[in-house]
C-alpha cells in the first residue's frame, strides 16, 4: 500500500496518476471528517459527507496548482479547512433571498391553524382541488397523509411511488398548499 505522504509529494511533482492513487487511501478517513463537520451543522442541512468529501478532495488535488504538502497531517488540516469552507459559502448562500433565506419554515398543520377556523377546511379544499387540477399525484398524498393520517411510507405504498419520491412529492405540496393557503388568507383579509 502507498504511502499517503508519497503520493502527495508525487502530486506536487506533477504526478497525473498520484491524485487517482490517493483517493482510495485517504476516502474513508476524510468522510469520517465530513461526517464530523456535518454533524456540528443546524439539523436540515441537505449537504452529504459524500458531497462534501468529493468537493473538498476536488479543491484541493484537481486544480493542479496546490501548495506543497508537509505529509498526511498537514493534507488533513488542508481539507478539514477546505470543508469549512465549503459549509460556510453554503450557507451563505442559502441566506441570499434569491435562495429562500428571507424565508421562515412553516409546517402546513402550523398553517392552518393560523388561519380562520371557519375557512380553514374550505380554503384546503379549494387549494387541494387546484393542486389535483395540477398535480393530481401530490394532492393524493396530501390526501392520504393529511385526512386519512397515513405515514409517508404507507402513503407511497399506497399510491404506488418510493418513499424518497413520496417525501420530495409531500415537500413540494406542502409548500404549494402553504403559498396557496396565503394567496387565500390574504385576498380574504381585503
Given amino acids: 500500500m502507498e504511502d499517503v505522504t508519497q ?3 508525487a ?6 496518476q498520484a491524485a487517482e492513487r490517493l483517493l ?5 478517513e476524510l468522510r469520517r471528517l465530513a461526517a464530523q463537520k456535518l454533524a456540528q451543522e443546524k439539523p436540515g442541512q441537505t449537504l452529504q459527507a459524500t458531497a462534501l ?43 441570499r433571498p434569491k435562495h429562500g433565506g428571507d424565508r ?7 398553517a392552518l391553524s393560523a388561519a380562520d377556523p371557519r375557512h380553514d377546511l374550505l380554503a384546503l379544499d379549494d387549494a387541494l382541488t387546484q393542486l389535483a387540477a395540477r398535480e393530481p ?34 415537500a413540494v ?9 396565503s394567496d387565500a388568507g390574504e385576498s380574504d383579509a381585503e
Wanted: contains cysteine.
Fill in 137 to 170: 399525484v401530490k394532492a393524493e398524498l396530501v390526501k392520504l397523509r393529511y385526512f386519512a393520517g397515513l405515514s409517508l411510507e404507507d402513503a407511497a405504498a399506497c399510491l404506488g411511488v418510493s418513499p424518497a419520491t413520496a417525501k420530495r412529492y409531500w
Fill in 53 to 95: 468529501v468529493h468537493e473538498a478532495y476536488l479543491r484541493l488535488v484537481g486544480k493542479g496548482d496546490e501548495p506543497p504538502w508537509n505529509g498526511r497531517g498537514h493534507f488533513f488540516a488542508a481539507a478539514a479547512e477546505a470543508m469549512r469552507r465549503i459549509l460556510v459559502d453554503q450557507a451563505r448562500r442559502k441566506k
Fill in 173 to 181: 405540496a406542502r409548500a404549494w398548499l402553504f403559498a396557496a393557503l
Fill in 11 to 16: 502530486i506536487e511533482h506533477g504526478d497525473p
Fill in 7 to 9: 503520493l502527495l509529494n
Fill in 24 to 28: 482510495p487511501l485517504v476516502y474513508e
Fill in 104 to 110: 421562515r419554515r412553516i409546517e402546513l398543520d402550523e
